[in-house]
């Protein structure tokens, strides 16, 4: 079976880091394309960060770049998202997402939280 569980989320405060983890099993990792979301209480679901296969494109939503680093181990069928000088805004339910042509697969989601 098909499992992505995130992990890594909590409290921070703003200017604080985190760095969330996102453990695949039940498919061939290396095949899919791998995404950060997340959803912000009364936002819509955004498109945080994407990274190829091989790791060898990277793309980020503007509110995050220079300050959010994803990257992918495919030897450990994990993705990573590194999230620096954070900001309140950037408080939501984060979302790890597998996709390969027209699959797709969530993981259930870790609270980030930044607040004073």
């Known amino acids: 079976q098909v499992q992505l569980v995130e992990s890594g989320g909590g409290l921070v405060q703003p200017g604080g880091s985190l760095r969330l983890s996102c453990a695949a099993s039940?498919?061939?990792?290396?095949?899919?394309?791998m995404m950060w979301y997340r959803q912000a209480p009364g936002k819509e679901r955004e498109l945080v960060a994407s990274?190829?296969?091989?790791?060898?494109?990277?793309n980020y939503a503007d509110s995050v770049k220079g300050r959010f680093t994803i990257s992918r181990d495919n030897a450990k069928n994990a993705v990573y998202l590194q999230m620096n000088s954070l900001k309140p805004e950037d408080t939501a339910v984060y979302y790890c997402?597998?996709?390969?042509?027209?699959?797709?697969?969530w993981g259930q989601g870790t609270q980030v939280t930044v607040s004073s």
């Open positions: 997402k597998a996709t390969r042509l027209w699959a797709s697969y």
């Open positions: 039940g498919f061939t990792f290396s095949w899919y394309g």
């Open positions: 990274i190829a296969t091989d790791g060898g494109t990277t």
